[in-house]
């Protein structure tokens, strides 16, 4: 494994950059309500250890925006052991790996949640609305719809990292830390 460690406080720039849309938006979530649903910690707290952020780096992570709007106190008891659960420290210590797109895909996801993939779970007009704010041209976003509208998540999100990164990913996207490997290494120095 040649994953390099990866800083908590580089995922606010990573977000913007590297993310794909499902990792982004929760990032968003978390960072603006301070909290994150189970099915949300989930998927997105396995993904951040799947891009590299250690064990005891990640526990600071999730105490230092949780305390934001409750005590370590309430932390400590309600949401810790869960986190310490993702990187297998407690109970069965199952080392767990991080979603797929097609687990994720196949997620339920109800009104207010904010886990799952966009390009499946969103109504079109946010997932369109979202990509026009983000700064994709009306063309990029049309070819994004256009496989959003035919049920081929995984190529709209290809095209997506395509449409922002500037050329397409090494596969079609069918994991979020694939395409966030894909991304940084695009980038890499
Ligand atoms: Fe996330 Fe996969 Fe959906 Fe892309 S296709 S937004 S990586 S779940």
Same mark, same amino acid.
């Given at each position: 494994n040649d994953k390099e460690k990866v800083n908590p406080e580089n995922l606010d720039g990573?977000?913007?950059?590297? #993310?794909?849309?499902?990792? =982004?938006?929760?990032?968003?979530?978390? =960072?603006?309500?301070?909290?994150?649903?189970? =099915?949300? =910690?989930?998927?997105y707290g396995l993904f951040i250890k799947g891009i590299g952020v250690l064990y005891e780096d990640a526990m600071e992570y999730w105490k230092k925006e949780f305390t934001k709007t409750m005590d370590h106190e309430k932390f400590e008891k309600q949401y810790a052991y869960e986190f310490k659960h993702q990187y297998g420290k407690v109970g069965s210590m199952i080392n #767990?790996?991080? #979603?797929?797109?097609?687990?994720?895909? +196949?997620e339920n996801v109800g009104p207010g949640d904010h886990h799952g993939c966009p390009y499946k779970h969103w109504d079109p007009s946010i997932t369109k609305?979202? +990509?026009?704010?983000? $700064?994709?041209?009306?063309? $990029?976003?049309?070819?994004?719809?256009? +496989?959003v509208t035919s049920g081929h998540?995984?190529?709209?999100?290809s095209r997506y990292f395509e449409c922002t990164q500037g050329q397409a990913p090494s596969v079609v996207v069918s994991h979020p830390n694939q #395409?966030?490997?894909?991304? +940084?290494?695009?980038f890499k120095d």
């Open positions: 990573y977000s913007k950059k590297h #993310y794909p849309l499902c990792m =982004r938006h929760m990032h968003e979530i978390l =960072r603006s309500t301070h909290h994150l649903k189970h =099915r949300c =910690r989930l998927q #767990y790996s991080p #979603y797929s797109c097609i687990k994720i895909i +196949m609305q979202k +990509m026009i704010e983000q $700064g994709l041209s009306s063309e $990029g976003v049309n070819s994004v719809m256009e +496989m998540y995984q190529i709209a999100c #395409y966030f490997s894909d991304s +940084m290494n695009l």
